[in-house]
């Protein structure tokens, strides 16, 4: 059974009701900013540029969702849980923030063509507090020549600690990363993101994680994190 705030992070992730079964195809377009229509397409599904490898890789994790041990976790450009407005306001910040550039911010994970950045798909699993994140990177995140830029790592890393700590704690933000790159990431390999949270004090979460190659011979990387859920009471200065 989901926990109510993982059934409530995971239902604002989709826009949709508490407890409404996880979006498995695109749906209609979604009203985000007042004088603009975006697309709501679901970029955790297959696509073209998938490679056979990951293909197989999400078929197996979908496969474990049947039984409902695990859930598939959408993931679309935009932060569609609100009006993109509303989050500065909502952390106290509206001021400082360009609005003419916000109406074209766009989720950094998602802003590749195809196939050239960061294709990934996520899987929950409430019981063990974990998500796997499947990661084919693309050419264009290369930093050393024929391995992946150890901020394109982080990213990845970032995002899936961080989707751990949404879907267990609400609205959080990363307050502190640490890696051990243990061994460099070939270009445009396939890697499973383990992330596990670990625990929660007050309103800290702390979440740690490894990259694996994905018959797990290998160990890529490692890391810890601390994520804050946000005092809506505090302001900034
Ligand atoms: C984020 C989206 C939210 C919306 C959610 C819904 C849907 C989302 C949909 C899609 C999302 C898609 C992808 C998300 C994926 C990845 C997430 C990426 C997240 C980021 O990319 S985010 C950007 C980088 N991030 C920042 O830009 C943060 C800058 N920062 C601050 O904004 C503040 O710093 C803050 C808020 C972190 C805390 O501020 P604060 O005032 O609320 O809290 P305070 O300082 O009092 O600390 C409280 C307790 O944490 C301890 N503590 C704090 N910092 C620590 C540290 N560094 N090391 C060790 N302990 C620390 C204190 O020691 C105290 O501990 P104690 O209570 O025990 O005394």
Known sequence: MLGRCAARALGALRG???GAPPARSPGPSRRLLSSEKVSDENHSLPKPCWSKDMRLLFDQFMKKCEDGSWIHLPSYEYIATQRSQDFP??????????????????????????????EY???YNDAEKRI???FQGGPHLQGMPGFFHGGAIAT???ATVGMNAIVSGGIV??????????????????????????KIEG???????????????ILYTEATSLFVKLDLEKKFD
């Open 16 to 18: 949709l009701r508490e």
């Open 89 to 118: 306001t909502f952390i106290h910040a509206s001021e400082l923030i360009n609005k003419e550039k916000l109406s074209q911010g766009r989720l950094f994970t998602k802003s590749f063509e195809d196939g050239l950045g960061f």
């Open 121 to 123: 798909v996520m899987f």
């Open 132 to 134: 796997v994140c499947v």
């Open 156 to 158: 990845m890393i970032d």
């Open 173 to 198: 933000m990363t307050a502190n990363l640490n890696i051990d790159f243990k061994r460099p990431i070939p270009l445009c390999s396939i890697v499973l993101i383990n992330s596990q949270l670990d």
């Open 203 to 217: 309103r800290k979460l702390f979440v740690s994680c490894n990259v694996q190659s994905v018959d797990k011979k």
